[in-house]
């Protein structure tokens, strides 16, 4: 987006997480709050990018990289203080400013474009985002005239009983005309049960000057679902599951638990592949069609998965890539590897690739057939059409159409049971 820019609200301690480390780096499905805010900003189109970070800020600098630019907020004296440490950003800059919370991690692209949009399409100097909720209890409310044009923004601490019931209140997401807000922040003052500026405050101060004023209203509320404890994390968890899940199962994938399944953001799974109860698929991989994963399978980053491949029950894969028909039926670990096409692995396969000091990598040809409780230590190629004999350790490489056998020669002791028990 051309003359946007995005301030994200970091710099909270959040005491009722009941953590040594600040809320923002806390994560659902091993990507930080702040993490996912920011990258939901980056896939709507908007690529210049300022944190505001505080309590613990280079735990939120490593989070994010160097992606994005950084004010800082030493003191928390409240949301409007907050963006006002970013000044210097937004003072040579014309345009739009869209604020947006490190802890509500859940926001939507589609809503950050519809805010921006609205606001510069409309021509308002502050669009506010909005949402109706039976039980307001803990949110700012919006107060509106008699037109029900949007009038100032009341917090519940500061609110009188009859604006307590209300029940459309603030989502803490705001768009501003860059100009007009850094004016507005001039004549905040902390007038308020807090003693903190707020922002919401500017938005009053723009109505005084008879400035244009917009609301836009979520479509899903868990949208705007702030993280203040671990429970918060969990809702915030199960919620992101069950609509990836859902995204999943209309693009035609099935799911037979989806409360038993965790599907990462960024999989891709393709269509009538069957995900049995307690799988958990993580970043970076990519499934094909007619695939069979689970129960009980952990699939971890950077995986693919060719058409048609089987991952059994107890099976853990991790950075391999396994080729079209290829079968894992149970308790193995593939770490690593890459797997070629029509091979099966046999039950308590393991590819042994750290070796204390380095990760190595197992290859496997098509068409082979590795037998029950092999390990192969890596680094290590088994060359097409291969068998492994079933108890086998593989130290060397196998080349094409041998059969493997590496297990030492069976002794039977006679008389053994009688001879200890004497």
Known sequence: ???VIALILAAGKGTRMKSHKTKMVHKIFDKELVKRVVDTTLESGINDIVVIAGYQKELV????GDKVKYAYQEEMLGTGHAVMQARDYLENKNGKVIILCGDVPLISKETIINMVNQCQQNNEYATVLTANYDN??????????KSGRLKEIIEEKDAKEEQKKIKEINAGVYCFDIKSLLTALESIKPNNNQNEYYLPDAIKIMNDNNLKIGT???NDNTEILGVNNKKDLELLTNILKRRINNRHMQNGVIIENAETTYIY???KIGEDTI???NTIIKSGTIIGKNCELGPNAYIRENCLLEDNVKIGSFTEIKNTQIGHNTKV?????????IVGSNTNIGCGTITCNYDGLNKNKTIIGNNCFIGSNVNLIAPVTISDNVTIAAGSTI???VPRDDLAIARARQVNKEHYKKDVTN
Do not use: F, K, Q
């Open 216 to 218: 836009v209203t979520v």
């Open 275 to 277: 995900i049995h109860p």
């Open 61 to 64: 600098e490593e989070a994010i």
């Open 395 to 397: 130290t060397d490489d």
């Open 136 to 145: 307001p209890s803990g949110y700012g409310r919006i107060i509106r005239d």
């Open 329 to 337: 039926p149970h308790l193995s670990y593939l770490g690593d590897a």
């Open 265 to 267: 953001d960024d999989v």
């Open 1 to 3: 987006m051309e003359n």
